[in-house]
């Protein structure tokens, strides 16, 4: 039988449309300075920073709200140092063996390989995972558009930590279910991300990418 849930007005405030296009211009000129980072400076960030971002990240929408995510937060330098061997294993492979010749040309302008020294410098990670199914009362039940709604949570992280003032690398290993030995989560949560989290390191480069412009991205009707 489905619960009964009360409802309540909506909280909102109509904007003036000369506001509403200033918010829109504001907000464009803050995300496109967003850039992925993948050199980062030991220092540590403000532990209430992330737990916001990652508030901000679970007033996601999810289908039949199922919020079917959780977030892991890793600090402590030892299980970082596992998480980066781990990695690096995986990741030796895919570079000598699993990646087909297209995609080493399609990654080959990132100058990545299968180092990856910010997963001990960075001082956060931060680990997505995102619940295929859940179990209520030894029962497996569904969830519904988990892939969607992880990722549009993951979003939210990911703008929010721009918009706080920090940097990340949305960095997924593949595969990556070492994540749930290191990390310590159940078999019905499958890793999907690791946010490695901090300030740049000083004179940090990026490459120079071009974004397509909204004409190849929009169409309007
Ligand atoms: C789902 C996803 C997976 C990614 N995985 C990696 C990764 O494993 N390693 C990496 O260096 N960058 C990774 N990236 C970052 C992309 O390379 C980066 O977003 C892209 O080059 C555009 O650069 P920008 O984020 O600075 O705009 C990933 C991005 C996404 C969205």
């Known amino acids: 039988m489905a619960a ?3 409802f309540s007005p909506l ?8 506001e509403l296009v200033r ?21 540590p960030v403000p ?13 996601a929408p ?8 959780h977030f892991v937060v890793v600090r402590d330098p030892d299980i970082k140092k596992q998480i980066r061997l781990a990695a690096e294993k995986e990741e030796r492979i895919n ?25 001990e410098h960075a001082p956060v990670l931060i680990a997505v995972f995102k619940e295929s199914y859940r179990i209520e009362n030894h029962i ?26 920090l940097v990340c690398l949305p960095h997924t290993p593949s595969p990556m279910r070492f994540l749930n030995e290191i990390l310590k989560r159940p078999g019905n949560e499958s890793p999907t991300v690791v946010l490695p989290v901090g300030y740049p390191a000083e004179n940090t480069r990026v490459p120079d ?10 169409t309007e009707f």
């Open 4 to 6: 009964n849930i009360n």
């Open 11 to 18: 909280e909102y405030e109509k904007p003036a449309e000369d």
């Open 23 to 43: 918010r829109s211009r504001s907000f464009l000129e803050l995300i496109k300075k967003r850039r992925t980072v993948r050199e980062f400076s030991v220092e």
């Open 47 to 59: 532990e209430e920073v992330i737990r916001n971002c990652i508030e901000a990240a679970g007033t």
């Open 62 to 69: 999810s289908g039949a709200h199922m919020q079917p995510w």
């Open 95 to 119: 570079y000598e063996m699993r990646y087909s010749d297209e995609m080493k040309k399609d990654i080959e302008k990132l100058e990545t390989n299968f180092e990856k020294p910010f997963l």
């Open 140 to 165: 497996r039940r569904k969830n519904y558009y988990v892939n969607e709604s992880v990722g549009i949570a993951t979003g939210l992280l990911i703008t929010a930590l721009h918009y706080a003032g």
């Open 209 to 218: 990418l071009n974004r397509k412009p909204l004409s190849q991205i929009l």
